[in-house]
């Protein structure tokens, strides 16, 4: 079992990876919706996306966040064909420089479950008390209470914020801002340390770094969208910056030591935001954050995730939370793996929001059949384009 695991995917290349994305609409439906509507990278073009060209609170032309599958017919010619795996298409490009993300239907942004694994090993347990301790002391700063309102509670809105049981637009939007700024660091930093080791051993990664500079990057995303509803101050940014410059190293160092203890505790932080931001969701459904239940999504969320025009905020919500499901899984199941010596089973694609949000990662037989299941469908299409 464990040979197959760690040779599943050696042969496969990013061409491949690019090129099973574009085999033809008679493999869509067994790949998964959010397979099928993964984004592409591109990088031949001038640079012309919003975040640097225009200031972050204006509005962003349609496609500056990059190519999605959406934006143009699936390629009917397989993977032999130069339309499948160009990274320069003459007419269609519409972005470049975001990574592979999904982009949700709305049967998967509402599958998305609260779930919490029992930590188990002395590692899990590690991870799992660390991130309650960091949770706690997140909570102590912003404030955050969320205490449980009694059923037959009268109180007026106003009441409900004074007492700690809800939060305020304000309240919601720091605290959503600080956790992304660190949010984005995990990924950025185990990517950074296995593309070092790849190098310094000249080896193969094994298709690890592309799943984790996704996740950084997508994280990011959820900064930059969130950045247009308020700027910090500078007393925000300076906590800001202490908390990155101590979160940086103790990952770097941790990572070093035990890079399936550090996934873990990824995992176990991104079941907190998913917590977070399904009782953010609760509150704007439930009334008590008037001031988000009929705002427009933001021109960038709409970009990144295909939105509806006519999308609101509650609509971006959902698509976060979503995002953090889909890391939660990832990082549960990267944690269940031999980190050294084992394949990324998401190298070539990941399952949609129907299994990712109600399920916490495959187990490491689950993986090996996963990857299996992957080149069986590279191979299918490969067959169907001659």
């Given at each position: 079992?464990?040979?197959m695991?760690?040779t599943?995917?050696?042969?496969?290349?990013?061409?491949?990876r690019?090129g099973?994305?574009?085999?033809?609409?008679?493999l869509?439906?067994?790949l998964g919706?959010?397979?099928?509507?993964?984004?592409?990278?591109?990088?031949g073009?001038?640079?012309n996306?919003?975040?640097?060209?225009k200031?972050?609170n204006?509005?962003?032309a349609t496609?500056?966040e990059?190519?999605?599958?959406?934006?143009?017919a699936t390629?009917?010619?397989?993977?032999?064909?130069p339309?499948?795996?160009?990274?320069?298409?003459?007419?269609?490009?519409?972005?470049?420089?975001?990574?592979?993300?999904?982009?949700y239907s709305?049967?998967?942004?509402?599958?998305?479950?609260?779930?919490?694994r029992?930590?188990?090993?002395?590692?899990?347990?590690?991870?799992?008390?660390?991130v309650k301790l960091?949770r706690w002391?997140?909570d102590?700063?912003?404030?955050?209470?969320?205490?449980?309102?009694?059923?037959?509670?009268?109180?007026?809105l106003?009441e409900?914020?004074?007492?700690?049981?809800?939060?305020?637009e304000?309240?919601?939007?720091?605290?959503?801002?600080?956790?992304?700024t660190?949010a984005g660091?995990?990924?950025?930093?185990?990517a950074?340390?296995r593309?070092?080791?790849?190098?310094?051993?000249?080896?193969?990664?094994?298709g690890?770094i592309h799943?984790?500079?996704?996740?950084a990057?997508?994280?990011?995303m959820?900064?930059?969208?969130?950045?247009?509803?308020?700027?910090?101050s500078?007393?925000f940014?300076?906590?800001?910056?202490g908390?990155?410059?101590?979160f940086?190293?103790?990952?770097?160092?941790?990572?070093?030591?035990?890079?399936?203890?550090?996934h873990r505790?990824?995992?176990?932080?991104e079941?907190?935001?998913?917590l977070?931001?399904?009782?953010c969701?609760?509150?704007?459904?439930?009334?008590?954050?008037?001031?988000?239940s009929n705002?427009?999504a933001?021109?960038i969320a709409k970009d990144?995730?295909r939105?509806?025009?006519?999308?609101k905020?509650?609509?971006?919500?959902y698509?976060v939370?979503s995002d953090?499901?889909t890391?939660?899984?990832v990082?549960h199941?990267?944690?269940?793996?031999?980190t050294?010596?084992?394949?990324?089973?998401?190298?070539?694609?990941?399952?949609?929001m129907?299994?990712?949000?109600r399920?916490l990662g495959?187990t490491?037989?689950?993986a090996?059949?996963?990857?299996?299941?992957?080149?069986?469908?590279?191979?299918h299409?490969?067959?169907?384009?001659?």
């Open positions: 079992m464990s040979s695991l760690r599943a995917l050696v042969c496969a290349t990013p061409v491949c690019v099973i994305l574009h085999s033809g609409s008679r869509a439906p067994k919706t959010t397979f099928a509507t993964r984004a592409l990278i591109h990088s073009q001038p640079n996306n919003s975040l640097t060209g200031r972050i204006e509005e962003s496609g500056t990059g190519f999605h599958i959406k934006d143009s390629s009917k010619q397989g993977l032999t064909t339309d499948a795996v160009s990274t320069l298409p003459p007419t269609i490009v519409r972005g470049d420089w975001v990574l592979f993300h999904p982009v709305q049967e998967e942004i509402k599958a998305v479950e609260v779930l919490q029992e930590a188990k090993t002395i590692s899990d347990k590690i991870a799992c008390n660390l960091t002391g997140f102590l700063v912003s404030g955050y209470k969320h205490k449980p309102i009694p059923a037959d509670s009268k109180m007026s106003e409900l914020r004074k007492g700690g049981y809800i939060l305020d304000k309240a919601w939007l720091s605290r959503i801002l600080f956790l992304e660190v660091v995990p990924g950025m930093v185990a950074m340390l593309h070092l080791t790849s190098l310094r051993l000249m080896r193969r990664d094994s690890w799943t984790l500079l996704e996740e990057e997508n994280e990011r959820h900064l930059m969208t969130f950045m247009t509803l308020r700027r910090p500078l007393f940014r300076g906590l800001v910056l908390a990155q410059g101590v940086f190293n103790l990952f770097f160092l941790s990572y070093i030591i035990s890079p399936r203890t550090c505790f990824v995992a176990y932080l079941e907190e935001a998913v977070t931001y399904t009782r969701i609760q509150d704007i459904e439930s009334g008590r954050l008037p001031e988000w705002m427009p933001p021109e990144y995730w939105l509806d025009p006519s999308a905020l509650l609509d971006v919500i698509a939370r953090e499901s890391h939660r899984f990082n199941s990267l944690a269940n793996l031999n050294e010596t084992d394949v990324n089973p998401f190298a070539l694609r990941e399952p949609d129907l299994v990712k949000g399920k495959f490491r037989e689950e090996e059949k996963y990857v299996v299941e992957s080149h069986q469908m590279l191979e299409g490969k067959a169907d384009s001659k």
